[in-house]
């Protein structure tokens, strides 16, 4: 029989392992950390929690983990509507069907990719606003600020990086990172940053 994952009510981390999760997730990738995976994804948290703790948690309950840390970003589709309605509405109309039959024809996937800002102390937003219910640990009490570089694809899988700027450097990190350990060809949307138009 075998072992049922992530029973829910089950195991839970204790405040100080969340910590030190998010302590390793802000300053290390899967990789370094000896874990099949080049960037983080729920996937790739609960493998971690696994091996370090021996806590066995399902995937569900580690996204849970993961929005009540504030590391759920909004799909960029949604936001670029609240920004650009006409714009986005013609994009889907008439470029995404071409995308997406060209990635179904090529068995590839479509990701979305979207760059944001956090603070440590952030309350506000329904993106990034953690929900209140993480444990309390003690800390510094120090701010700091944190940008978060993701991907989330139309199947809503999502891969992502905590890093401290956003430049043509990163994202051409984050980029290899994600083909690195993909197993089916890239279709990678995004918007006009500076950053996704370097020469590099």
Same mark, same amino acid.
């Given at each position: 029989?075998?072992? %049922?994952?992530?029973?829910? =009510?089950? /195991?839970?981390?204790? @405040? ?57 970003? &909004? /799909? ?6 609240? &920004? ?9 109309? %008439? ?11 090529? /068995? ?14 952030? &309350?506000? =937003? ?29 199947? @809503? ?7 401290? %700027? ?18 089916? %060809? ?10 996704? /138009?370097?020469?590099?």
């Amino acid at each position: 029989m075998n072992k %049922k994952r992530g029973v829910k =009510g089950g /195991k839970k981390i204790t @405040g100080q392992q969340a910590a030190e999760v998010r302590r390793l997730i802000k300053d290390k990738m899967p990789d370094r950390l000896k874990l099949a995976f080049s960037l983080w994804t729920r996937a790739a948290v609960q493998q971690l929690i696994e091996q370090k703790y021996g806590v066995v948690l399902s995937v569900k309950q580690v996204g849970r983990y993961l929005k009540s840390w504030g590391y759920t970003p &909004q /799909k960029p589709i949604r936001k670029a509507f609240e &920004q650009k309605p006409e714009q986005v509405k013609q994009w889907l109309e %008439k470029e995404y069907p071409a995308i997406k039959k060209r990635a179904t024809k090529e /068995k590839g996937t479509i990701y979305f990719g979207d760059e944001t800002g956090m603070r440590s102390d952030h &309350q506000a =937003g329904r993106s990034y606003a953690p929900k209140g219910k993480t444990p309390v640990v003690k800390s510094t009490g120090q701010r700091f600020s944190l940008n978060m570089i993701s991907a989330i694809s139309n199947k @809503g899988h999502l891969q992502f990086m905590l890093i401290e %700027k956003f430049n043509g450097d990163v994202f051409i990190d984050f980029l290899q990172r994600m083909i690195r350990y993909s197993k089916q %060809k890239i279709f990678y949307v995004t918007d006009g940053h500076p950053a996704h /138009k370097t020469k590099n």
